[in-house]
């Protein structure tokens, strides 16, 4: 008793000091210059690993799977047609939480890891950017669609824009090739005009 | 005491010393005037008129952009005393103060797109959406206007694009200024252009542009050797420059999109070295997007296997090209890319197996 008591004590300091210390972290995080740290802040507090880090179940319940963080919708995961929506129930996910099934068609989550040829090793600052602030992909493509939050982050500062960036390019690389999304089951193919 | 001499050469040195600061503070940009709310306001008409001003240039690309089916009309207007810098015949450079305008029409003019460089050497877009009674244009909203109804155009809807859809084009290529480059107004035309052309107008090309002294520093060969699309066959020249002048403004190698490593645009020094270049980003090139099956950009002698074609087929908005300025798909140019795919490529492959 006389020997534990002493460590006990000694782990409950330390973990007291660690919660003392991780708002202080993340504070230091929000304001600090270096682009990477605070893009990390940025991409942890947007939520950005709700979506496009792939969830796994764990002894509590899904959870993120860091060991494919931010790479998106599995490649090997493949989606069966998504259940017919019935009112009030509009949208349909995966059990990842990478693939989303709405109005819109089925929409997967990006890669967003250096990756060169399946996520954003090839972008530049001037594409990522374009794409939030425009809502299309690499600024001119098709519509970024939903549940991605572009009415909210097209808001960010080019600043806080570049240091998502920043942080997203010097994160591990994972090759995970990304489906396309599908459109809606009723889109008609082919509108022919003259 | 201070005499009255004293005070007023103080008040004298500190009014001039006030002069030289003022003079020699740095001046803030004069922002420019907004926009006009009419298009009669742009000095397009001739003064008091409705006419096209007498000093507007009437031009067409020879590789026009498709829109659904428009009939289009396009000017230029450079201020007196001012030239175009030709001296990069694939990037001309405009003085301040030049204004572009594009008529849209199904039937009567449905909208006008303007653009205009400023002082700064910045450029600004805007559209201006024809009044019911054809008198004058109206300046659009900045977001655009998704839905117009337009009798006569495809599904009775017609859309004005938001100035964001404006850049998304016109920000891409090497200057914001589309179809006015030595390739597009080249006097060698390309007669298996589709929609080319505005007939019954008299329409300035590179050698009358020259002629008028409005061009500076362009390379005289261009002159004596117009602009013309090293192809393999007419149809091939056809098809190549039909995706120059639709989609290489954002896929070629040197603007934002340069990454996809997908270049459509053709050069006015032409070569078969250029085309062959395009056609090495385009034949058996595994692309990023895949629709169902199909994930080959162009698959030489099956049009059918070629992710080309299938996007300039769908007017699905997550899988259609030109992902926007568009709603109906181009039949003619499906048709003419389809068999430049299926009989020319497949040819070329053919000639090519040998020496493999």
């Known amino acids: 008793m006389t020997t534990t008591l002493p460590l006990v004590r000694h782990l409950c300091a330390a973990l007291a000091l660690a919660a003392l210390a991780a708002p202080a972290l993340a504070q230091e995080d929000a304001t600090t210059d270096d682009p990477v740290a605070r893009g990390k802040y940025l991409v942890t507090i947007a939520g950005c690993n709700d979506c496009h880090t792939p969830l796994k179940m764990g002894a509590n319940g899904p959870e993120p799977d860091m060991s494919r963080m931010l790479s998106g919708h599995p490649q090997d995961l493949e989606m069966p047609p998504a259940p017919a929506p019935q009112d009030p129930w509009a949208f349909a996910a995966a059990v990842t939480n990478t693939a989303w099934a709405g109005p819109w068609g089925v929409s997967f989550t990006a890669n967003l890891t250096p990756d060169r040829e399946t996520g954003l090793g090839k972008w530049t600052l001037r594409n990522f950017v374009e794409t939030i602030r425009t809502g299309r992909h690499l600024g001119r493509g098709r519509a970024i669609l939903p ?22 390019q010097s994160i591990p690389p994972v090759r995970n090739k990304v489906p396309s999304p599908r459109p809606p089951a009723t889109a008609s193919a082919s509108t022919e005009g003259q | 005491m201070t005499s009255v001499r004293d005070t007023c050469l103080l008040i004298l040195r500190l009014v001039v010393l006030g002069a030289v600061l003022w003079a020699a503070a740095p001046r803030a940009a004069e922002a420019p005037p907004p926009l006009p709310q ?70 009567k003019p449905v909208e006008t797109r303007y653009i205009e460089r400023l002082a700064d050497g910045s450029w600004r877009f805007a559209a201006y959406v024809w009044d019911a009674d054809g008198r004058d244009a ?39 200024v589309l179809g006015v480059s030595a390739l597009q107004l080249s006097p060698d035309r390309d007669p298996l252009a589709p929609h080319a052309g505005a007939p019954g107008e008299k329409l300035e090309d590179l050698a009358t542009l020259s002629a008028r002294g409005l061009l500076e520093h362009l390379p005289p060969e261009l002159l004596s050797e117009p602009p013309r699309i090293a192809a393999a066959t007419p149809r091939a020249r056809a098809a190549l420059g039909y995706l120059h002048g639709n989609c290489g403004h954002c896929h070629n190698a040197g603007g934002p999109l340069a990454a996809l490593e997908l270049d459509l645009e053709q050069p006015a020094r032409a070569s078969p070295a250029a085309t062959a270049a395009t056609l090495a980003t385009l034949v058996g090139v595994a692309s990023e997007f895949r629709l169902e099956d199909v994930g080959t950009r162009v698959v030489a002698g099956a049009d059918g296997e070629s ?21 109906v798909s181009d039949r003619e140019a499906i048709a003419l890319v389809g068999h430049w795919i299926r009989d020319d490529l497949s040819a070329v492959q053919a000639r090519q197996e040998p020496s493999r």
Not at chain 2, 148 to 158: E, K
């Open chain 2, 307 to 327: 992710l080309l074609l299938a996007r300039m087929r769908s007017r699905d908005p997550l899988v259609q090209m030109p992902p926007l300025g568009t709603a």
């Open chain 1, 147 to 168: 549940p991605m939050p572009i009415p909210m982050y097209k808001h960010m500062t080019d600043d806080d824009l570049a240091a998502v960036f920043a942080y997203l």
């Open chain 2, 38 to 107: 009419k298009l009669s306001e742009t000095g397009l008409f001739a003064r008091g008129t409705r006419e096209i001003g007498p000093d507007k240039l009437a031009y067409a690309p020879q590789y026009p952009l498709w829109s659904d089916g428009a009939v289009k009309r396009r000017w230029l207007w450079l201020p007196p005393g001012t030239r175009i810098d030709a001296a990069n015949p694939d990037a001309w450079q405009f003085p301040p103060g030049t204004r572009l305008w594009k008529e849209f029409g199904f039937g």
């Open chain 2, 138 to 176: 109206r300046l659009a909203p900045a977001a655009g206007i998704a839905s117009l109804p337009v009798r006569q155009a495809p599904g009775g809807r017609y859309t004005i694009p938001s100035r964001d859809d404006c850049l998304a084009c016109h920000d891409a290529g090497a200057v914001p």
